[in-house]
């Protein structure tokens, strides 16, 4: 039973990657652009409004890697989500 114990204990602690956004998840919104642009090479490639308080950014970089940034009216951005492989596909006029 004891062994039972540790084993669940050991699978409920969570693992840690190594990541750019265990560094940083929420930060002043200035400092996250810099942050964003000169440590993790990315432009902001597209933006939108989610809410009055929040606007959502997709910043890329060539290699395909994407961040997705929340950023809110009170001046602190956050990054949401991080992956690979971004494809963007062109629009067709209306």
């Known amino acids: 039973m004891r062994k039972v114990l ?12 190594a990541s750019p956004v265990a560094e940083i998840l929420c930060d002043a919104s200035d400092r996250m652009q810099a942050r964003l642009t000169r440590t993790m090479g990315v432009e902001r490639q597209a933006m939108g409004i989610q809410g009055p308080e929040q606007v959502m ?11 997705l940034v929340v950023t809110y009216a009170s001046g602190t951005s956050c990054i949401v989500a991080m992956g690979e492989d971004w494809q ?4 067709d006029p209306a």
Do not use: H
Request: charged letters at 15%; hydrophobic letters at 50%.
């Open 6 to 17: 540790i084993s669940l204990l050991f699978l409920a602690t969570p693992a840690t990657a």
């Open 88 to 91: 963007a596909f062109g629009r």
């Open 57 to 67: 950014e997709l910043w890329t970089r060539q290699d395909g890697s994407w961040t």
